[in-house]
């Protein structure tokens, strides 16, 4: 079955999906895994004098999915434009948050096998990170050369998040 449109998990709701040690406490009994392949890529040892970050203008939920395409479009034009080694990109937010979705039949006839029913609790789907109004989605380090690189790839992964952003430029002083 395809993944539900990014709308139906885009705003917050109350996170009542815990997960405790003792198993019959669960209200979660297993947790999706993320599909998020890393949190840091390029030279994680070289200090850069211009950072540039992501920022979120709205409080949602992004999805791991929505996540780990934007990281694959960035890394990829970082690395065809700037090299392995010229910058250094990572992830800021962290999904978290379970999504739950009660499974409806749906079709010919569907409407005479099921009603549903109000607030139903549901199954997990998928995981997602509670972004905030201010919070950093993602930060790349770079020398100057590479600024338009950088804004480049922030504006083409505009259409793959759920939120508007602005772009926040600060040089770093060592």
Do not use: W
Not at 82 to 96: A, M
Not at 123 to 147: M, Q, T
């Amino acid at each position: 079955m395809a993944l539900r449109k990014a709308i139906a998990y885009r705003y917050f709701e109350r996170p009542n999906t815990r997960k405790s040690k003792v198993k019959s406490k669960s209200y979660i009994k297993t947790i999706p895994g993320s599909k998020i392949v890393k949190f840091r890529m390029g030279n994680k040892s070289k200090k850069f004098p211009f950072k540039l970050s992501l920022v979120s203008k709205e409080a949602v939920q992004m999805r791991d999915t929505a996540i780990e395409a934007s990281r694959q479009t960035i890394n990829r034009l970082l690395e065809k434009k700037l090299g392995r080694n010229n910058y250094y990109f990572v992830i800021r937010v962290y999904p978290h948050h379970i999504l739950r979705e009660n499974k409806m039949l749906t079709g010919a006839g569907a409407d005479r096998m099921q009603s549903g029913m109000k607030k139903s609790f549901g199954k997990p789907v998928g995981i997602a990170a509670r972004v905030h109004v201010g919070d950093e989605l993602f930060s790349i380090d770079v020398e100057k050369s590479g600024l338009a690189v950088v804004k480049e790839a922030f504006r083409r992964i505009k259409a793959k998040i759920p939120c508007t952003t602005s772009i926040v430029i600060e040089k770093v002083s060592y």
